[in-house]
Nanobody, 126 residues
Framework: QVQVAESGGGLVRTGGTLRLSCVASGFNLNYYALGWFRQAPGKEREGVACISRDDEFIYYKDSVKGRFTISRDKTANTVYLQMNSLKPEDTAVYYC???????????????????WGKGSLVTVAS
């Protein structure tokens, strides 16, 4: 069964750190781009970071640049989102999505990016 699953969310204080994992099963994630998205209560979903196939291109939302890092562990079929210096405005459900080989510079889901996880809640307390 082809699927991706997020883990690693939780409750942290402002300035804290979390690492989200997106583990793929049923296919080789290394052949695909992987995007991280988030949706805060009452807000639209937004792109946070994306890593293209072969890690050639990496994009970040401006507000997370310098604080978040997306990376790939090819042996583990996993993509991570390291989140440092967390702020209350980072509070959201975080989703990973894949299925396309490319990322969009605007961090919109690209065509074919049809495989989504169920999400992992990140709460940053002030």
């Amino acid at each position: 069964q082809v699927q991706v699953a997020e883990s690693g969310g939780g409750l942290v204080r402002t300035g804290g750190t979390l690492r989200l994992s997106c583990v793929a099963s049923g296919f080789n994630l290394n052949y695909y781009a992987l995007g991280w998205f988030r949706q805060a209560p009452g807000k639209e979903r937004e792109g946070v970071a994306c890593i293209s196939r072969d890690d050639e291109f990496i994009y970040y939302k401006d507000s997370v640049k310098g604080r978040f890092t997306i990376s790939r562990d090819k042996t583990a079929n996993t993509v991570y989102l390291q989140m440092n210096s967390l702020k209350p405005e980072d509070t959201a459900v975080y989703y990973c999505a894949t299925g396309s080989q490319h990322c969009s510079e605007t961090l919109r889901p690209t065509d074919g990016m049809n495989f989504w996880g169920k999400g992992s809640l990140v709460t940053v307390a002030s």
